[in-house]
């Protein structure tokens, strides 16, 4: 049996402004947008170069949902995206206008600095010792 993680859902206020964020000034391709009627669509995200996971953009529509943006962890940094350049990544994404929370840090396990997206969900950027 083969299994893997297809997606993570990510409740935002709005399908564009998130697609606009993680296309624009993130990097990720747009992998699917399909409209699935009464304002509802699916939507999917990915870094540059993997094709085996994803972000499911998941629009708000309810008061709980609504509530839970940008602290669907509970505060901690709750998303991981690795990279095989930090320096460059880091470098584009200030340029783009990311929020980083700290100066990259040398950890034993490789080069990190946490982000917030513009919802408040927090991120790591990451780049593991080889």
């Not at 000034?25 to 747009?30: A, S």
């Not at 949902?65 to 962890?73: E, H, K, V």
């Not at 940094?77 to 095989?84: E, H, K, N, P, R």
């Not at 340029?95 to 980083?100: I, T, Y």
């Amino acid at each position: 049996m083969t299994q893997r993680l297809h997606a993570v859902a990510l409740v935002v206020p709005d399908y564009d402004q998130a697609i606009a964020f993680y296309i624009d000034c993130v990097g990720f391709r747009l992998l699917d947008d399909i409209d699935l009627g009464n304002g509802k669509r699916w939507v999917r995200v990915a870094p540059p170069g993997d094709d085996s996971s994803s972000l499911l953009i998941a629009k708000a529509v309810e008061e709980q949902q609504s509530a839970a943006i940008g602290n669907q962890t509970g505060g901690r940094v709750g998303f991981f995206l690795a990279t095989d350049d930090f320096a460059r990544d880091h470098a584009s994404m200030l340029a783009a206008g990311v929020e980083f929370e700290e100066t990259p840090r040398h950890e034993p396990y490789g080069t990190v600095a946490v982000w917030r997206d513009p919802f408040g969900n927090r991120w790591d950027l990451l780049q593991f010792k080889s």
